[in-house]
């Protein structure tokens, strides 16, 4: 039992792993300048909470902002608990 507060758990053999996270990377269109993606809104209902798998071309200035961990899942780099899923 911890001393200082009753109600916090105290693990023997777990530590937490830190995720740094890495510089943003903008997803912006080299192929169309000017342009980039971002989630579309509209499709984010219908997912599981903190999925995200339809984008919009949008203008460069809004384009999505992300960020890749270890294991290969995107996240939104504001967002990180938001994923993207690019599969059913």
């Not at 039992?1 to 996270?21: A, R, Y």
């Not at 342009?35 to 209902?45: A, D, I, R, S």
């Not at 997912?47 to 961990?69: H, R, V, Y």
């Amino acid at each position: 039992m911890n001393k200082d507060d009753p109600n916090k758990l105290v693990f023997d053999k777990l530590t937490p792993k830190v995720i740094e996270q890495p510089k943003p990377i903008s997803m912006t269109l080299k192929s169309h300048p000017g342009k980039g993606l971002n989630v579309e809104e509209h499709h984010k209902h219908g997912d599981k909470k903190g999925e995200f798998k339809c984008f919009q071309l949008t203008d460069s200035k809004k384009a999505l902002n992300i960020w890749m961990d270890e294991d290969g899942t995107i996240h939104k780099y504001d967002e990180p608990s938001m994923v993207c899923k690019l599969y059913d």
